[in-house]
Nanobody, 120 residues
Framework: QVQVVESGGGLVQAGGSLRLSCAAS????????MGWYRQAPGKERELVAT???????NYADSVKGRFTISRDNAKNTVYLQMNSLKPEDASVYYC??????????????WGQGTQVTVSS
């Protein structure tokens, strides 16, 4: 089995910063992409940022220049540094990890989500 666990959410004032972490563990020999989605109440889940095993990154337009995704392949861990937070960034942030190997575990695994609240 594969476990994906996020941490680092919380309450921050607008303009502030938070750093989210996400670790994948369990039956993993190789990971492909990891990243973050978010979902606010009454809205669909939306992509925030992704990073491949070769450290190629992709960001939603709404977070470009403010958020930075990074990754430690040795630890199967992905980070999301969020700066200049806005009230509209408030959401539950979900981490995912795409397992490549072993084949029996291949697929996308999701964390339970971590709440980010931004006060204005």
């Amino acid at each position: 089995q594969v476990q994906v666990v996020e941490s680092g959410g919380g309450l921050v004032q607008a303009g502030g910063s938070l750093r989210l972490s996400c670790a994948a563990s369990g039956s993993i020999r190789s990971l492909n992409a990891m990243g973050w989605y978010r979902q606010a109440p009454g809205k669909e889940r939306e992509l925030v940022a992704t990073i491949t095993s070769s450290l190629s990154t992709n960001y939603a337009d709404s977070v470009k220049g403010r958020f930075t995704i990074s990754r430690d392949n040795a630890k199967n861990t992905v980070y999301l540094q969020m700066n200049s937070l806005k009230p509209e960034d408030a959401s539950v942030y979900y981490c995912f990890a795409d397992v490549l190997l072993p084949i029996i575990q291949r697929g996308r695994n999701w964390g339970q989500g971590t709440q980010v609240t931004v006060s204005s």
